[in-house]
Protein backbone atom coordinates (compact mmCIF):
# COMPACT_ATOMS: atom_id res chain seq x y z
CA UNK A 1 0.00 0.00 0.00
CA UNK A 2 3.08 2.03 0.78
CA UNK A 3 5.05 1.72 -2.33
CA UNK A 4 1.84 2.03 -4.43
CA UNK A 5 0.70 5.63 -2.74
CA UNK A 6 4.60 6.60 -3.34
CA UNK A 7 4.32 5.84 -6.85
CA UNK A 8 0.79 7.51 -7.50
CA UNK A 9 2.59 10.46 -5.74
CA UNK A 10 5.83 10.74 -7.84
CA UNK A 11 4.16 9.84 -11.17
CA UNK A 12 1.19 12.59 -9.91
CA UNK A 13 4.28 15.15 -9.49
CA UNK A 14 6.00 14.28 -12.79
CA UNK A 15 2.54 15.09 -14.70
CA UNK A 16 1.74 18.51 -12.63
CA UNK A 17 5.54 19.17 -14.14
CA UNK A 18 4.75 18.51 -17.78
CA UNK A 19 1.25 20.43 -17.48
CA UNK A 20 -1.37 19.18 -19.08
CA UNK A 21 -1.33 20.25 -23.21
CA UNK A 22 1.96 17.90 -23.56
CA UNK A 23 -0.22 15.33 -22.88
CA UNK A 24 -2.28 15.18 -25.90
CA UNK A 25 -0.57 13.19 -28.34
CA UNK A 26 2.44 12.18 -26.87
CA UNK A 27 1.91 8.97 -24.33
CA UNK A 28 3.66 5.40 -23.29
CA UNK A 29 2.29 2.29 -23.68
CA UNK A 30 3.79 -0.50 -21.97
CA UNK A 31 2.95 -3.37 -20.09
CA UNK A 32 2.04 -2.40 -16.14
CA UNK A 33 3.81 -5.48 -14.88
CA UNK A 34 7.03 -6.83 -16.27
CA UNK A 35 9.88 -9.04 -15.25
CA UNK A 36 12.30 -6.34 -14.98
CA UNK A 37 16.10 -7.16 -14.77
CA UNK A 38 18.21 -6.01 -17.04
CA UNK A 39 15.71 -3.79 -19.43
CA UNK A 40 11.68 -2.85 -19.95
CA UNK A 41 10.02 -3.21 -22.87
CA UNK A 42 7.56 -0.53 -24.06
CA UNK A 43 5.35 -1.79 -26.86
CA UNK A 44 4.61 1.87 -28.44
CA UNK A 45 5.97 5.43 -27.08
CA UNK A 46 4.34 8.03 -28.97
CA UNK A 47 6.50 11.74 -29.44
CA UNK A 48 5.48 14.45 -30.64
CA UNK A 49 9.06 15.48 -31.60
CA UNK A 50 12.02 13.70 -31.33
CA UNK A 51 13.27 12.88 -27.73
CA UNK A 52 14.29 10.16 -25.05
CA UNK A 53 12.65 8.19 -22.47
CA UNK A 54 14.53 7.46 -19.14
CA UNK A 55 13.45 4.58 -17.40
CA UNK A 56 14.55 5.34 -13.35
CA UNK A 57 13.95 3.35 -10.73
CA UNK A 58 11.27 4.29 -8.21
CA UNK A 59 11.96 4.12 -4.36
CA UNK A 60 10.41 5.29 -0.85
CA UNK A 61 11.65 8.64 -1.89
CA UNK A 62 9.77 9.29 -5.11
CA UNK A 63 12.33 8.57 -8.73
CA UNK A 64 15.34 6.96 -7.91
CA UNK A 65 18.64 6.39 -9.91
CA UNK A 66 18.54 6.82 -14.10
CA UNK A 67 18.91 2.86 -14.94
CA UNK A 68 18.38 3.64 -19.08
CA UNK A 69 17.97 5.83 -21.94
CA UNK A 70 16.63 5.04 -25.26
CA UNK A 71 16.00 8.03 -27.75
CA UNK A 72 12.73 8.12 -29.61
CA UNK A 73 11.88 9.84 -32.85
CA UNK A 74 8.65 11.91 -33.43
CA UNK A 75 5.72 9.72 -33.93
CA UNK A 76 5.40 6.09 -33.24
CA UNK A 77 8.06 4.01 -32.15
CA UNK A 78 7.04 0.29 -31.60
CA UNK A 79 8.58 -2.36 -29.35
CA UNK A 80 10.81 0.11 -27.70
CA UNK A 81 13.64 -1.77 -25.23
CA UNK A 82 15.14 0.34 -22.66
CA UNK A 83 18.60 -1.73 -21.25
CA UNK A 84 20.37 -1.13 -18.04
CA UNK A 85 23.72 -1.28 -17.12
CA UNK A 86 22.47 -2.53 -13.89
CA UNK A 87 20.23 -5.23 -12.73
CA UNK A 88 16.74 -4.29 -10.67
CA UNK A 89 14.30 -5.94 -9.04
CA UNK A 90 12.51 -2.40 -7.56
CA UNK A 91 9.46 -1.10 -9.65
CA UNK A 92 10.16 2.01 -12.50
CA UNK A 93 8.84 4.32 -13.77
CA UNK A 94 9.35 5.71 -17.84
CA UNK A 95 9.90 8.89 -18.60
CA UNK A 96 9.40 10.39 -21.83
CA UNK A 97 11.10 13.88 -22.26
CA UNK A 98 10.43 15.97 -25.73
CA UNK A 99 11.88 19.35 -26.28
CA UNK A 100 13.56 19.77 -22.74
CA UNK A 101 10.22 19.00 -20.89
CA UNK A 102 8.61 15.79 -19.36
CA UNK A 103 5.95 14.63 -21.68
CA UNK A 104 4.33 11.18 -20.74
CA UNK A 105 5.25 8.76 -17.73
CA UNK A 106 4.98 5.17 -16.89
CA UNK A 107 5.09 3.08 -14.30
CA UNK A 108 5.55 -0.17 -14.91
CA UNK A 109 6.06 -2.80 -11.51
CA UNK A 110 8.31 -5.88 -11.18
CA UNK A 111 6.20 -9.15 -12.07
CA UNK A 112 6.17 -11.13 -9.21
CA UNK A 113 6.83 -14.42 -10.65
Do not use: C, P, W
Request: no cysteine; charged share 15%; aromatic share 6%.
Amino acid sequence: MFNTSVKTLAAAAVLIAAGSSAFASDHIFADRSQDLKSYVELDLVRASTDGVVDIYELTANGQGKLLGTQAVHAGANQNVRVSFDTITNQDVIAVLTTNGSVAATQDIDVSVN
